[in-house]
């Protein structure tokens, strides 16, 4: 039993009670490079293992009944590896991106990605555009899933706070009218409720600049899980442990 649980972990197996789900989940995809270490395989093979984790997971979210979904892809940071393992994230990106999400929209996903985008390949910034707007067409999508691609938490933050300013200077915000939910309009995450439920495989614990002004109020699960290894069951331990924690927000 890791540590940081204080209390014991749920029964293997137990199922999560579909009337208490989170709205929104975050999950950190950390462990790709580990995953195919482990097996003797370039760290690249741990990253497409880890896209079909992804896949995975996001119907298996879906099927459950959960709206949100955001998982961490790509921070700010990860641009300090080698320049061959960021060429060959971009690679799987682009052609993931392609496949992938085109077939998700169709099973009524609408994608979204947080980050920036005007640091990606050409390519990979148009091809996130493009899935934006016809994800934003398509009508009544009852699922969203938040791709994080160039995030950083506190890159978000200072995007925010810049375009705020412009506001303020062009006169359309006043200084003193800002307050949390004004201010969460100009933030990536902006129309998504937050995250209840954030979750790092991999056995690592942080958060890594993944959504720090949206998970204020989150609920965290740890796991020595590597991504790629991942599962529906993985997830439902989640989802038990989620329901068993009591929310105060503050109050008693
Ligand atoms: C997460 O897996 C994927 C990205 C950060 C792109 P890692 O590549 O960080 O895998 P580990 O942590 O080295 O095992
Ligand atoms: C966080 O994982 C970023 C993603 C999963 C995309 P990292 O592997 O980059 O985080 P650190 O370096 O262990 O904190
Ligand atoms: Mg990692």
Same mark, same amino acid.
């Given at each position: 039993m890791a540590f940081w649980h204080r209390k014991k972990r749920p029964a293997a197996g137990a199922e999560p009670d579909l009337t208490r789900l989170p709205r929104h989940i975050g999950i950190i995809m950390d462990g790709n490079g580990r995953w195919a270490k482990k097996r003797g395989l370039p760290r690249t093979a741990g990253h497409a293992a880890g896209a079909e984790t992804f896949r995975t997971i996001a119907y298996r979210c879906r099927d459950l009944g959960i709206p949100y979904l955001t998982v961490?892809?790509? *921070?700010? #940071?990860?641009?300090?590896? $080698?320049v061959e393992e960021v060429s060959a994230i971009m690679d799987l990106l682009r052609k993931y991106l392609l496949e992938a999400l085109e077939k998700m929209e169709k099973d009524g996903f609408r994608i979204r990605f947080f980050g920036d !985008? #005007? /640091?990606? $390949?050409p390519e990979l910034r148009t091809l996130c555009l493009e899935t934006e707007e016809t994800g934003a067409a398509? /009508?009544? /999508?009852?699922y969203q899933i938040n791709v994080c691609l160039n995030y950083g938490g506190r890159d978000e933050i200072l995007r925010a706070a810049r375009a705020w300013g412009r506001d303020v200077l062009a006169g359309r915000q006043g200084v003193e009218d800002l307050t949390d939910e004004v201010f969460s309009?100009?933030?990536? *995450?902006?129309?998504v409720p937050d995250p209840d439920l954030i979750i790092r495989p *991999?056995? #690592? !614990?942080? !958060? *890594?600049?993944?959504?720090p002004w949206q998970s204020a109020y989150a609920e965290f699960y740890f796991t020595d899980v590597l991504w790629p290894d991942f599962s529906p069951a993985v997830l439902d331990a989640a989802l038990v442990d989620f329901q068993r924690r009591q929310r105060r927000f503050g109050g008693v």
């Open positions: 961490y892809a790509f *921070s700010t #940071e990860n641009w300090k590896r $080698p !985008l #005007e /640091a990606l $390949p398509v /009508a009544g /999508a009852k309009r100009y933030l990536d *995450s902006r129309a *991999s056995g #690592e !614990l942080r !958060l *890594s600049n993944f959504l």
